[in-house]
């Protein structure tokens, strides 16, 4: 079976400091990959999204990136955090090529302070 | 953008009641799936509907699909506490291969014991 881990669970991170978060998918391949924010009570924003390895599509312009460096994992950064970058971030994937359900990992909850 | 729009965007009932809540949305779609979030943890996927089906049940949930109106409604009867969360649909839009989901802002459920 396929499970999706999401790490860390919880980050507290000064203004200005830079952010990995990691995402990683097991049991299956080739899987599209995304990113998600959420602002507490509202709905998921879609940040990021990768077909492949090494490509990434950004769906809103900020100071965030991503990067696949690997098949089944994909990393979300900063070089320097901001205030508004606070949320909850999720990260999903789907079979590629059909029209089926997206998982989600367990997400992370980032606060900048 | 958000896609689906939610109603109501809060209900609250008691257990035993049927919860039924609503989306809309505004492109043509592949499917449309509907998603539960407890508090501070991932989406859970709870169904799929296809553009070409009317009405799915999976348990205590039905969801209906209206192509022409652009509409979605997810019943849940016999309500639980243990129903208590947020729950959000996502829209599959016809076009591409990326397999991004659009996501409404979510109605939140709560119900009393």
């Known amino acids: 079976s396929q499970t999706i881990h999401q790490w860390p669970a919880t980050l507290v991170q000064p203004v200005g400091s830079p952010l990995s978060l990691e995402c990683t998918v097991e049991g299956t391949s080739n899987p599209n990959l995304y990113w998600y924010r959420q602002a507490a009570g509202r709905g998921l924003q879609l940040l990021f999204y990768?077909?492949?390895?090494?490509?990434i599509s950004s769906e809103v312009p900020q100071n965030l990136s991503a990067s696949r460096p690997q098949d089944r994992q994909f990393i979300l950064s900063s070089k320097k955090l901001l205030l508004s970058d606070s949320g909850f971030y999720l990260c999903a994937w789907r079979k590629r090529g059909g029209w089926e359900t997206q998982y989600f990992g367990p997400g992370t909850r980032l606060l900048v302070l | 953008s958000q896609q689906g729009e939610e109603d109501p965007q809060a209900l609250s009932i008691q257990e035993g009641e049927n919860a039924t809540m609503n989306c809309s949305y505004k492109t043509s779609i592949n499917n449309l799936q509907w998603y539960r979030q407890n508090s501070g943890r991932g989406l859970v996927h709870l169904i799929l509907i296809r553009s070409n089906e009317r009405e799915k049940h999976s348990g205590r949930l039905r969801v209906t699909l209206d192509t022409s109106k652009k509409s979605s409604s997810l019943l849940i009867t016999a309500s639980r506490a243990a129903d208590t969360a947020s729950y959000f649909c996502a829209t599959d839009n016809l076009g591409g291969n990326t397999g991004k989901l659009i996501f409404g802002q979510g109605t939140t459920l709560q119900v009393k014991p």
């Open positions: 990768s077909v492949g390895i090494g490509q």
